[in-house]
């Protein structure tokens, strides 16, 4: 029996990126048993830098990706097309071109956000704006978002049983630890809205009380210099507290390998960041905030703590719980990894996906 053809859009790295971490799963999942995948790179940028830039040679990319997604439709003339979409104005018009070609194609149509701000975002649209989104929508059999929590953002827009969870997953390998010293983790870019200005205010507090000593190790890419020297400002004079840039590779998972505690806490909106699923398939309790799907890897008191906002003091108090009692550490830790095997593997988001596939495609789904 033929399988059905199924065209993936997204980004592929660079830049290390969410959206691009997905995009890469997906097509080296199992998904391959059952469907004939085929992928369509929609990347624009290739540094953190530019994202959200304006440029003019953007337009030219972006009008030569049409013109290539055309032809892949035609040669590749899949049945079903997943399509990313994001939640700007910028984002989600630069999307509406392809759903519109795909569905006109014959193919079903499915979307997928990647985020938690599109209600935000829609209703802050004027009518015209809101009209060509639901127009665009009516055209879509299905809609994915990253966690139950977030059904709601497509709510009167797509009916309810066509609004899907799937969750993000993957399979890591991880080396032994070479490092012996208590150790604070932050993996993620260094943007305002990840909140690590935040954080190094609260490790400030810690460090000035701490009765155990710890070491932070953060990595990430800068994309504002203003925003790196505040940040160098602050921990300056405490060598305990390090900045170091991205890593990828072996170094990322040794980096995981060697903490004892993972901290990420946005004040900006979020999707379902992969730095939690990394950490919680690393077996680290974790100390977040609730954005988006967070909360659905981070359940408060069980396998680390949540907070509504990364107010400084109160995550310097968590932070203080976590490096003063080892049996709480081990507890959360074994959590985490229980979490992760439960839901956040390739398999667990791959399973999520074929249901989804099937459904649309009105394919018997097997359990």
């Known amino acids: 029996m033929e399988k059905p053809r199924v065209l993936i859009l997204g980004k592929l790295p660079p830049p290390l990126m969410g959206p691009a971490i997905a995009t890469r799963v997906i097509l080296d999942s199992d998904l391959?048993?059952?469907?004939?995948?085929?992928?369509?790179d929609t990347r624009i940028n290739t540094d953190v830098a530019d994202m959200g830039r304006f440029?003019?040679?953007?337009?030219?990319?972006?009008?030569a990706l049409y013109?290539?997604?055309?032809?892949?439709?035609?040669?590749?003339?899949?049945?079903?097309?997943?399509?990313?979409?994001?939640?700007t104005t910028a984002g989600f018009m630069k999307d509406v071109p392809f759903i519109k070609s795909a569905s006109k194609a014959g193919a079903k149509v499915i979307v997928q956000l990647?985020?938690?701000e599109f209600r935000t975002w829609f209703d802050g649209l004027d009518g015209i704006r809101k009209s060509m989104v639901r127009s665009a929508l009516s055209r879509v059999e299905g809609v994915i978002v990253l966690g139950d929590n977030l059904r709601h953002l497509f709510e009167g827009l797509v009916p309810k049983e066509k609004i899907f969870v799937v969750s993000n997953g993957a399979d890591y390998r991880f080396p032994e630890r070479k490092n012996k010293t208590l150790r604070l983790l932050y993996l993620a870019n260094y943007l305002p809205g990840k909140g690590i200005k935040e954080l190094l205010q609260a490790l400030i507090i810690l460090s000035d009380k701490?009765?155990?000593?710890?070491?932070?190790?953060?990595?990430?890419?800068?994309?504002s210099d203003e925003y790196k020297e505040e940040c160098f400002t602050l921990v300056s004079g405490k060598p305990n507290l390090l900045l170091n840039g991205s890593v990828s590779g072996e170094e990322k998972w040794q980096a995981l390998a060697d903490a004892d505690v993972f901290i990420f806490a946005p004040n900006a909106p979020e999707g379902h960041p992969w730095s939690l699923v990394e950490a919680s398939a690393a077996g680290l309790p974790i100390v977040s905030t609730d954005r988006g799907a967070i909360r659905q890897n981070v359940i408060d008191g069980l396998n680390g703590f949540?907070?509504?906002?990364p107010d400084p003091q109160k995550l310097a108090n968590r932070i203080q719980m976590m490096i003063s009692d080892g049996s709480l550490r081990l507890k959360m830790a074994e959590a985490s990894r229980n979490l992760y095997e439960k839901n956040f593997t390739a398999k667990a988001m791959s399973d999520q996906l074929r249901k989804v596939f099937q459904k649309v495609l009105a394919v018997e789904c097997v359990e």
């Open 114 to 116: 990647r985020g938690s």
């Open 67 to 87: 013109a290539s997604f055309e032809k892949t439709m035609i040669a590749k003339k899949p049945e079903l097309v997943l399509i990313p979409i994001g939640q």
């Open 55 to 63: 440029k003019w040679s953007k337009i030219k990319t972006i009008r």
């Open 210 to 223: 701490a009765e155990v000593d710890f070491e932070f190790h953060a990595y990430g890419s800068w994309d």
């Open 306 to 309: 949540l907070l509504e906002n």
């Open 32 to 40: 391959n048993l059952d469907f004939e995948l085929h992928h369509f």
